[in-house]
């Protein structure tokens, strides 16, 4: 088994700049892909960011050129650089892994970590 930990949300102004963080602990995976998702009460889940194995990067639309996902090898941790957040960014953030292409369904996630833009 896999277990994440998201950390790092909190409340941020418009403009500003937070990182949120996920540790990986567990199992590892030769080929992975890991991702940032959020979700706000009452709406499905919204893929963000995903990063794999071969260093591939894909970004939402919604967050594409003001968020920033990062991992510098398979042992730390994932992040997510968020630079001048909206408040239609306010969400739990949640940070998800496969042992696959980034294509496959996502099913081990973290706790999820609030962030709140005013």
């Known amino acids: 088994h896999v277990q994440l930990v998201e950390s790092g949300g909190g409340s941020v102004q418009t403009g500003g700049s937070l990182r949120l963080s996920c540790a990986a602990s567990?199992?590892?995976?030769?080929?992975?892909?890991m991702g940032w998702f959020r979700q706000v009460p009452g709406k499905e889940r919204e893929g963000l960011a995903t990063?794999?194995?071969?260093?591939?990067?894909a970004y939402a639309d919604s967050v594409k050129g003001r968020f920033t996902i990062s991992k510098d090898n398979a042992k730390n941790p994932l992040y997510l650089q968020m630079n001048s957040p909206k408040p239609e960014d306010t969400a739990m953030y949640y940070c998800?892994?496969?042992?696959?292409?980034?294509?496959?369904?996502?099913?081990?996630w973290g706790q999820g970590t609030q962030v709140t833009v005013s």
């Open positions: 998800g892994i496969t042992g696959g292409s980034c294509a496959d369904h996502f099913r081990i």
């Open positions: 567990g199992r590892t995976y030769t080929n992975w892909c």
């Open positions: 990063i794999d194995s071969k260093g591939r990067i």
